[in-house]
């Protein structure tokens, strides 16, 4: 069974997450504060993925995600947050989290967002297509067996949504993608975020790819459209 972490300090949030999402078939870890989660992640780690609320006494969510992405670059990270709380997206996103939804959500939202996490790490139909193992385009080489990807023969650390985007740019090199395109693509066809998710992580992946993240060669913005993947 595929298992699913929850933080989250009010128990009336925390028991709508879990209903739901155990009646969706996942089994559910609680946790109401950030040490706690730790804790349980230490304790399971079989875990697939971690839903983390921001506000919280003690550590923040956002810390809890920064500590977890130290140790783990594949669990998929989910940051929850309130309506006021719009300025923690990038923030949260930045620290390593794979996507956000705003509170409150509904049942239907809620499953839909973690199906689709799980399915961008490779669960699911799409994983037993055949595929080329290896796709070489120097300095990069995305290794499709092991997901990992080499920059001049350096392994660079990514989280699976990350991954996915670099694998999307590479099966397009030199073709100009939209933000819904990518969307569409890495999130799958019925997510409930905006494209401005896709900006937060090419930002992220400039970082890990580029020479220079503010002067970038590899991905290029195609203004008023979305990115190119540009190599030789
Ligand atoms: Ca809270």
Redesign the pocket.
Known sequence: MKKVLVL???SSIRGFIVINLERAGYEVVEAESGEEALEKLAANPDTRAVLL????PGIDGIEVCRRIRLSDPHIGIIMLSARSQEMDKVTGLMSGADDYMTKPFSPAELTARVDALLRRMGDGAAAAEPKPEELVQPPFRLNQTNRTLEKNGERVKLTQVEYAIVKLFMENKGKALSREEILDTVWGHGYFGEPKIVDVNVRRLRIKLEDEAQDPKYILTVWGYGYKWNVE
Do not use: V
């Open positions: 989250e300090d009010e609320d921001i506000m919280l």
